[in-house]
């Protein structure tokens, strides 16, 4: 399965879940916004929203400062 992700291409050997590929890519779900196919996602969604071949997200982790 390919899908792309801010703008890269990534290939798994299965569909997987957004929080599956939050997981394997090391982001801190509770700081992340995403977006599949152009659709907001809400959190409580994350292990629900299968991402498919040939999907797209978008993520994008908010960082706190000063």
């Known amino acids: 399965m390919k899908c792309t992700i801010n703008g890269d291409e990534f290939t798994f050997d299965h569909e997987l879940s957004v929080d599956d590929i939050i997981t394997h890519l090391e982001l801190d779900r509770q700081r992340i916004i ?5 659709d907001l996602i809400k959190k409580d969604q994350f292990d629900q929203r299968i991402v498919k071949d040939a999907d797209t997200l978008e993520l994008l982790e908010l960082v706190g400062g000063g």
């Open 34 to 38: 995403v977006e599949h196919n152009k």
